[in-house]
């Protein structure tokens, strides 16, 4: 899960992406309203938070921009302003949810949990991915079949995260680097074949009947078979 937080106050910025890695959330941060509407289009994020007033681009501008380009990714907006007509015009741009600064962390995380839900719609169960024989639990990074379990390194359970969710999909390196390392990190093409090499080695330990398949020149995707 990619989040991108796009609020101007640095040090609230780098609490907020704290929080949520240490939640096993990715989080990504933007500090001006042009730099933040420019990734949030970039289709990687499961989620962005935004503050209402940025310099530049202010976040109902930036919302209204990012909706009317036919975005739909959730997004949680935050302000320090507690105004009914602010958090009317906030839903009106097209927020999904709405917090006033400051607010409680647990909040803040619950808040994070009911729009990745809503987001990701039926799959999800008690926060635990299922497919096939598989479960993925991202408290614990554990990747489980049966009885049997293995835990995931940080970028195997993302990868695994995103197979899961996308499993009628054949998802191409290009996306997968994208989504689990990030739209400008160093990471390359084989970055992504040797992750996947780990996760089918673990996939084999599990005696799992889920395969990741490589469709030649496009990508990956997973086999699931009944058990
Ligand atoms: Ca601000």
Redesign the pocket.
Known sequence: MRLLII???KRLAQTLADLLQRQGYAADLCYDGQTGLDNALSGIYDLVLL?A??PGLDGFSLLQQLRGSGCGVPVLMLTARSDVSDRVRGLDSGADYYLTKPFEPEELLACVRLLLRRGEGELRTDDVLRCGDLRLEPGSFLLCCGERSVRLSRKEYDLMELFMRHHKQILTKEQLLNRVWGYDSEAEDNNVEVYISFLRRKLTHLHSTVKIKTVRLVGYGLEVTAP
């Open positions: 609020e101007d106050e503050d007033m940025l």
